[in-house]
């Protein structure tokens, strides 16, 4: 299935660069719709307000962490379906097999490129 260039996308990650990164990354790929946010709590309440076709979300935030996001995304009805992406610089076992059980669907290990993320992105919307 080809990936929607226009499918809404949200980008939560704390720190302003990353967040730039990823935007131009997903640009490069064609996405233009696409809003961020800098922590878990105002990327919920983005979530309430509008509807995602993907979530990018960095694991280390605070004061709510990508863990505690996805979990939180998982156990709210309207939400709970939206495919997430979870980007970590670390690649520790434990992390991607708990991110794994809170519903996850896929997994990106700082640093990235765009074809990456494309092939990330294509796995998570076409499936």
Known sequence: MALDPSMPILVVDDYQTMVRIIRNLL?????????????????????????????ISDWNMEPMTGFELLRQVRNEEQIAATPFIMVTAESKTENVIAAKKAGVNNYIVKPFNAQTLKSKIESVCAA
């Not at 809003?35 to 993907?54: E, T």
């Open 27 to 55: 640009k490069q790929l064609g996405f233009e719709n696409v809003d961020d946010a800098s922590d878990g709590s105002s990327a919920i309440a983005k979530m309430r307000d509008k509807k995602y076709g993907l979530v």
